[in-house]
C-alpha cells in the first residue's frame, strides 16, 4: 500500500470515488460505456482516442512531447477534425488542480474509459507536466501507406507487431464519423453516418479482432468504400504481417493482456525532465481533510478529518469501530484515542470505500504530532495502520485558520493563519484558473505567494493575515494555502468561505446551553487588544472589530494604519506540477467545513428544504438571536430542531424522506446569534437530534428470528412478496406478528412490512442505510425508502 501523503493523492481520489460521499464523479461522462455527447458519439472512445492523438505528437528519439496535453493547443489542427477532442478537453478542465495535470487527467481518462467498458485495469502513474504548446504533427491518417504507418509508430516506440496490435486495441470501442472522413464511408449509410469498428462497439473486447479474422468484420477501415479509396488503414496494419500478429489477439484474454500494456505504453511516454510516479493504487487507510483549528484563545485546537477505509476486502459490516491513536507535538502516547464514527461510503469500479468522520479537541499546549489507525472488527479483531509505519503525520507548525478567513461579495479574500510560536512567518499561498484565449479550452493556473502580516498573540500561537483580491469569477476555483519553513497547510477552497470572518475570541463551536454570552465573553481571552472589555452582549461581541476582514467591512482608517499591509513575495504566470510532498488535506472539492456538534444532541446533517415543502413543519421562528442553544431551547420537546440561512429555527418529530442531505459545506452559514456556530445557508438546514428524549434506535431483537441484514428494495425488484402489510404504527414484532410462518420478514420506509419465504434478488447493503424509524415506535429502525431490514427465521 502507498505511504501518505502522495503527490497523487488528488489523482487517486478522482481514479477510485466515482459514486457515493466524496465522490469526484469523473467517470459519470462514460458511465454506462454508450455514455454519449451527442447522437452518434461514444464519450469512452472519444476519451482513449484523445490521449492517443495527445501522444501521437510525441518524439520518443528525441524525448519530446508523449502524454503531455498538447492536444488543447493542437484542437485546429487536420489531424485532429472533429469536436470529439474539444468535449473531452472540456470535460476534462474541471479536474485541472495544483496536484493533477491535465495530461494527467488524460491519462486517468484512459484507465476510466477502458474499465467503464469492461476492459482491463490500466495502469497510471502520475506526475505527467503539461505542454505549453502545441507538438509537430504525426497522427496516423488513415491514407498512409504500411511504410509511414511503421515510422509513425516506431516514433512513438512501437515496433511493427505492436502497431498492429495498439490499433486493434484502440479501435475495440467506437467508430468512424462520416462528417470528419467522408472519403472512407457514404453519408446516410450508417446510423447517424457513425460506422461502428466491431459489432460491440461500446464492450471493450477482442470482437474488433474475431470480426475482422473470421470476415464478418464491417469495419469502415477494413471494408467498404475505405477499399477503394485506399484508405482502409485497419486492413492495411492488421494484414501487414500476414495477420499472424492479429490471430494472436483471438483469445479474448490475451487481448486484453495486451491491451493493457499497449494502453499504459500509452499513458507513459512523456518527454525528457518528466519523470513518473509510481502506480496508483488504492490505500487502504486514506485520511481527508485533516484540519487543525485553534479556538478559544490559543488553549484548544479542535482536529477534524475524515478517514477512508478500503473495504473491497473487508467488508463495511465487519467494522465496528474506528479510532485514531495519536501522538502529541512531543512524541509522547495520547492517553485517549480520538473515535471516527460512519460518513458514507462511496466506490470506483472495482473497489469499495467506508468514510469515518471525526471531531475533536486537543490541548494546544500538547497538541498532536501523529495518529495511527485502529480498526475494531466485529470479530473482535483489530488492526493497526501507521501508514507503513510512518505514522499520519499532522503539522500543527502553521495551520489556516477557515472561520477568520473570510471571502467577501467584492472577491475579496482574506486569510487568517495560526504560527506555532518560533516558527517563521508564514506565506499565504493562492492558485487561481486563468481562462485562455480562444480555442483552448483548459485554463492556466497562477499562483501568488503573499507574505502575512502579524495579527495577534494567542496562546501557543501568532496570528497572521493576509488579503487577496480575486478577479471575476476566480474564487470559484480557486485553491488557497498557508506555508511557514517546511510546514504547510494547503489545499483549501477559496468558494467554500464564509462571506463573515469570525472573531477567534468567540466562543468555541461547540457551546453548552447554559454557558451565556455574557459568561463567554468574559471568561475567554480576547484575541485583540482592541476588543473593548466592557461588551458584554453577544450582539456587542460579534460587532465589535477584531479581525481584519472586519477592519476592512468598515473601512476603518484606524485599525488598517495599525497593520502592516500584505507584499506580494512572487507571482508567477504558469504553476508547475508540484512535486513537493503534500500536506495534511488531500480533496479539492471538499470543504474544511467544521461538524457541527452540540451538546446532548446528534447532528444529523445538511439537508434540504423549501418555502412550499417545509422539512419541519411543528413549529418554527426567525430571530436575529437564532443559534443552536436558542433553537434548542425554542424546540424542546421535539426529536430534531434544524436552524436555516442565519436567523432561522424549526422543528419536528421526524425528517421526512425528501430532507436529501447535501454536503456540510453546503450549510455554511453563520447563525445570526453566535456567529461562531454554522446555521444552514439558503434552503439548506442544518439538523441536529436529540438524544435524551429519543435514545438512538436500533434493531429489536425478535425471538425465533436473526436479524440478517438491509438490502436494496424497489417496485422493479421486491425482495420479499408474498405479502405486505402498510401501517401507521408500524414495529419491528408487529411485522413479525403479521408474517407469522414465513421465512423471512422485512420493514421499509418506516411504515411497510413485507412477508417471504424466499429472498429475491437483490444486494446487501452498509446498515446506516436502513436507518429510518418504525412509524409506531422510534426506538426501532424499519429500513428506509428503497431499503428493507430482513430478519429470517432461525
Ligand atoms: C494506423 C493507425 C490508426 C489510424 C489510421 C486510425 C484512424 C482512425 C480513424 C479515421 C477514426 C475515425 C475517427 C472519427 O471519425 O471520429 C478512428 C477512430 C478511433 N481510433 Fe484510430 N486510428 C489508428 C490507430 C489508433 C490507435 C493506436 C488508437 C489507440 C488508442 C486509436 C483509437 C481510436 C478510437 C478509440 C477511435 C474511435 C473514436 C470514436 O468513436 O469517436 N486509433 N481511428
Redesign the pocket.
Known amino acids: 500500500a502507498p505511504t501518505w501523503p502522495a503527490s497523487t493523492d488528488d489523482l487517486e481520489d478522482i481514479m477510485l470515488l466515482n459514486s457515493g460521499y466524496r465522490a469526484r464523479g469523473f467517470a459519470t461522462a462514460v458511465t454506462p460505456c454508450s455514455a454519449a455527447p451527442g447522437p452518434g458519439?461514444?464519450a469512452a472512445?472519444?476519451?482513449?482516442?484523445a490521449?492517443?492523438h495527445d501522444m501521437a505528437t510525441g518524439n520518443t528519439y528525441q524525448k519530446t512531447g508523449g502524454l503531455d496535453a498538447s492536444l488543447m493547443f493542437e484542437i485546429k489542427s487536420s489531424e485532429n477534425?472533429?469536436s470529439?477532442f474539444q468535449t473531452t478537453l472540456t470535460t476534462y478542465a474541471p479536474f485541472l488542480s495544483s496536484r493533477t495535470s491535465m495530461a494527467d487527467i488524460i491519462s486517468m481518462g484512459?484507465y476510466t474509459a477502458t474499465r467503464s467498458c469492461g476492459g482491463p485495469v490500466i495502469p497510471v502513474r502520475g506526475g505527467h507536466v503539461d505542454a505549453t504548446q502545441g507538438g509537430s504533427i504525426g497522427?496516423?491518417?488513415?491514407q498512409?501507406p504500411i511504410s509511414i504507418?511503421k515510422t509513425?509508430?516506431d516514433r512513438f516506440g512501437y515496433n511493427a507487431t505492436e502497431?498492429i496490435q495498439?490499433?486493434a486495441?484502440?479501435?475495440?470501442?467506437?467508430?468512424?464519423?462520416?462528417?470528419?472522413?467522408p472519403d472512407?464511408i457514404n453519408q446516410g449509410v450508417f446510423p447517424n453516418d457513425?460506422a461502428?469498428?466491431d459489432t460491440t462497439?461500446t464492450v471493450f473486447d477482442n470482437r474488433v479482432v474475431t470480426e475482422y479474422l473470421d470476415g464478418t468484420t464491417q469495419n469502415?477501415?477494413v471494408v467498404g468504400k475505405s477499399v477503394s479509396t485506399k484508405?482502409n488503414?485497419?486492413y492495411?496494419?492488421y494484414n501487414s504481417d500476414n495477420n499472424v500478429t492479429i490471430a494472436g489477439m483471438r483469445d479474448a484474454q490475451a487481448f486484453a493482456n495486451t491491451c493493457k500494456t499497449?494502453?499504459q505504453r500509452?499513458i507513459e511516454i512523456v518527454p525528457s525532465g518528466v519523470t513518473l510516479t509510481d502506480i496508483i493504487t488504492p490505500y487502504e487507510i486514506k485520511p481527508y481533510d485533516l484540519q487543525l483549528t485553534l479556538l478559544d484563545g490559543g488553549s484548544k485546537i479542535n482536529f477534524t478529518g475524515d478517514i477512508r477505509v478500503q473495504t473491497t476486502q473487508r467488508p463495511a459490516a465487519s467494522i465496528s469501530q474506528v479510532q485514531l491513536v495519536y501522538k502529541d507535538r512531543t512524541g509522547a502516547a495520547a492517553s485517549t484515542p480520538i473515535t471516527a464514527t460512519i460518513r458514507g461510503s462511496a466506490s470506483g469500479f472495482d473497489d469499495t470505500f467506508q468514510f469515518y468522520s471525526f471531531s475533536a479537541q486537543l490541548s494546544a499546549e500538547t497538541s498532536i504530532s501523529s495518529f495511527s489507525v485502529v480498526i475494531t472488527k466485529t470479530s473482535d479483531i483489530t488492526e493497526t495502520w501507521d501508514n507503513n509505519g510512518a505514522g499520519f503525520k499532522v503539522d500543527d507548525n502553521v495551520i489556516y485558520q477557515a472561520p477568520q478567513s473570510c471571502l467577501d461579495a467584492s472577491g475579496k479574500l482574506t486569510v487568517v493563519a495560526a504560527a506555532r510560536n518560533g516558527t517563521v512567518s508564514p506565506n499565504l499561498k493562492v492558485v487561481v484558473k486563468n481562462p485562455r484565449a480562444s480555442p483552448i479550452v483548459v485554463p492556466a493556473l497562477s499562483t501568488a505567494t503573499i507574505a502575512m502580516a502579524t495579527q495577534s498573540a494567542v496562546g501557543s500561537y501568532q496570528l497572521y493575515f493576509a488579503s487577496y483580491t480575486f478577479s471575476g469569477s476566480q474564487a470559484q476555483s480557486a485553491v488557497l494555502g498557508v506555508s511557514a519553513g517546511s510546514s504547510s497547510d494547503n489545499y483549501k477552497n477559496a468558494s467554500s468561505l464564509s462571506n463573515v470572518c469570525a472573531s477567534l475570541s468567540t466562543p468555541s463551536p461547540t457551546p453548552t446551553p447554559s454557558s451565556s454570552s455574557v459568561a463567554s465573553s468574559s471568561l475567554i481571552p480576547s484575541a485583540d487588544s482592541t476588543l473593548d472589555s466592557s461588551s458584554t452582549s453577544m450582539t456587542m461581541l460579534t460587532s465589535v472589530l477584531t479581525t481584519p476582514a472586519s477592519t476592512s467591512s468598515t473601512g476603518s482608517a484606524a485599525s488598517s494604519s495599525n497593520l502592516p499591509t500584505p507584499t506580494l513575495v512572487s507571482s508567477s504566470s504558469e504553476f508547475a506540477t508540484s512535486t513537493t510532498t503534500l500536506p495534511s488535506s488531500s480533496s479539492p472539492v471538499s470543504s474544511s467545513t467544521p461538524i457541527p456538534s452540540f451538546p446532548g444532541y446528534d447532528y444529523t446533517g445538511c439537508v434540504n428544504d423549501s418555502s412550499s415543502d417545509r422539512t419541519f413543519t411543528a413549529k418554527g421562528q426567525i430571530a436575529d438571536t437564532n443559534s443552536y442553544e436558542s433553537c434548542a431551547a425554542f424546540c424542546s420537546g421535539y426529536m430534531f430542531f434544524g436552524v436555516e440561512y442565519g436567523t432561522e429555527c424549526y422543528c419536528g418529530n421526524a425528517l421526512p424522506p425528501f430532507a436529501a442531505p447535501y454536503p456540510d459545506s453546503e450549510c455554511n452559514m453563520p447563525c445570526a446569534g453566535n456567529r461562531a456556530e454554522l446555521c444552514g445557508a439558503g434552503y439548506r438546514l442544518t439538523v441536529f437530534k436529540s438524544l435524551t428524549l429519543y435514545p438512538a434506535p436500533s434493531n429489536p431483537a425478535i425471538s425465533g428470528y436473526t436479524y440478517s441484514g438491509c438490502y436494496i428494495d424497489n417496485v422493479n425488484v421486491r425482495v420479499l412478496g408474498d405479502s405486505f402489510l402498510f401501517a401507521h404504527d408500524m414495529t419491528v414484532p408487529m411485522c413479525a406478528g403479521f408474517c407469522a410462518g414465513k421465512k423471512y420478514f422485512g420493514v421499509e420506509y418506516g411504515e411497510q412490512c413485507w412477508c417471504g419465504d424466499a429472498l429475491g434478488q437483490s444486494g446487501l447493503v452498509d446498515e446506516w442505510e436502513c436507518s429510518m424509524e418504525c412509524s409506531g415506535d422510534q426506538s426501532s429502525f424499519c429500513g428506509a425508502g428503497n431499503r428493507i431490514g430482513v430478519w429470517v427465521k432461525d
Open positions: 458519439r461514444i472512445a472519444e476519451w482513449i482516442r490521449a492517443f477534425i472533429g470529439a484512459v497522427v496516423p491518417l488513415p498512409n504507418f509513425q509508430f502497431m495498439f490499433t486495441c484502440g479501435h475495440s470501442l467506437g467508430g468512424l464519423h462520416q462528417v470528419n472522413f472512407v457513425y461502428v469498428m462497439s469502415p477501415l484508405r488503414s485497419d492495411v496494419v499497449m494502453f500509452m
